[in-house]
């Protein structure tokens, strides 16, 4: 007597189905495993270029991979994704420290990253505000000019005169949208004041050569 053949073709499924997940689990490398040696051929160059690298793993968006970031301290920073089986660049050796760089942020597990920087001892101050984009690096979507002096003859810059006149000045900001969603004035304030009142954490390198590739390799 033969078995019913829905019932037959369920089991075969399942079997096929067992048969990939053992495979899978005995024959070849995870995800994690994946990206973890991605990673360690970053660190590998870094390490080649400048035993000074700092660097450490960290979650920025939530798509279950962390972030590798690659840190000189007092130089510069870059971070790496890995997305579809490769490693992808977000931040190529940017800059800080200099010409009123304070750094670089993220929130974490939110995919925003933020960059302050000023003119003129501070007289203008703006922050940046980016993301990832479908391909490249980080980019901007909004930010904001905050402008601390009185303008007296309209040239935009603080001279000596113009920052003693604006001792109590409490200062001016312009918002401004980089991305192609259209928004009123209010709405993008209220967006970027958003963006303000987050939690925000320092895009650094904290482990060494040895503790980063001992993480990698676990």
């Given at each position: 007597?033969?078995?019913?053949?829905?019932?037959?073709?369920?089991?075969?499924?399942?079997?096929?189905?067992?048969?990939?997940?053992?495979?899978?689990?005995?024959?070849?490398?995870?995800?994690?495993?994946l990206y973890k040696e991605a990673y360690v051929q970053?660190?590998?160059?870094?390490?080649?270029?400048?035993?000074?690298?700092?660097?450490?793993?960290?979650?920025?968006?939530?798509?279950?991979?962390?972030?590798?970031?690659?840190?000189?301290?007092?130089?510069?920073?870059?971070?790496?994704?890995?997305?579809?089986?490769?490693?992808?660049?977000l931040m190529d050796h940017w800059p800080y420290g200099?010409?009123?760089?304070?750094?670089?942020?993220?929130?974490?597990?939110?995919?925003?990253?933020?960059?302050?920087?000023?003119?003129?001892?501070?007289?203008?101050?703006?922050?940046?505000?980016?993301?990832?984009?479908?391909?490249?690096?980080?980019?901007?979507?909004?930010?904001?000019?905050?402008?601390?002096?009185?303008?007296?003859?309209?040239?935009?810059?603080?001279?000596?005169?113009?920052?003693?006149?604006?001792?109590?000045?409490?200062?001016?900001?312009?918002?401004?949208?980089?991305?192609?969603?259209?928004?009123?004035?209010?709405?993008?304030?209220?967006?970027?004041?958003?963006?303000?009142?987050?939690?925000?954490?320092?895009?650094?390198?904290?482990?060494?050569?040895?503790?980063?590739?001992?993480?990698?390799?676990?």
């Amino acid at each position: 007597m033969t078995a019913n053949k829905p019932i037959m073709i369920a089991i075969l499924i399942l079997a096929l189905i067992v048969l990939v997940i053992v495979g899978f689990a005995t024959g070849g490398p995870s995800p994690e495993d994946l990206y973890k040696e991605a990673y360690v051929q970053v660190v590998e160059q870094y390490h080649a270029e400048n035993d000074e690298y700092k660097f450490d793993l960290v979650d920025t968006d939530a798509d279950g991979v962390p972030e590798l970031v690659a840190d000189l301290p007092g130089f510069h920073v870059s971070l790496f994704t890995y997305e579809d089986g490769a490693v992808r660049c977000l931040m190529d050796h940017w800059p800080y420290g200099a010409m009123g760089n304070a750094g670089y942020s993220y929130v974490p597990e939110e995919g925003i990253y933020c960059n302050t920087n000023s003119d003129m001892a501070g007289a203008i101050r703006y922050t940046y505000f980016m993301s990832k984009h479908e391909e490249g690096e980080l980019a901007t979507d909004y930010w904001v000019e905050a402008i601390n002096f009185i303008d007296l003859d309209g040239d935009g810059i603080a001279s000596e005169e113009e920052l003693e006149a604006s001792e109590d000045f409490e200062g001016t900001l312009e918002y401004y949208n980089e991305t192609d969603v259209e928004m009123s004035e209010s709405e993008l304030k209220e967006t970027i004041d958003g963006y303000f009142g987050c939690d925000w954490e320092e895009l650094v390198g904290i482990l060494g050569y040895d503790s980063i590739m001992k993480k990698l390799n676990s």
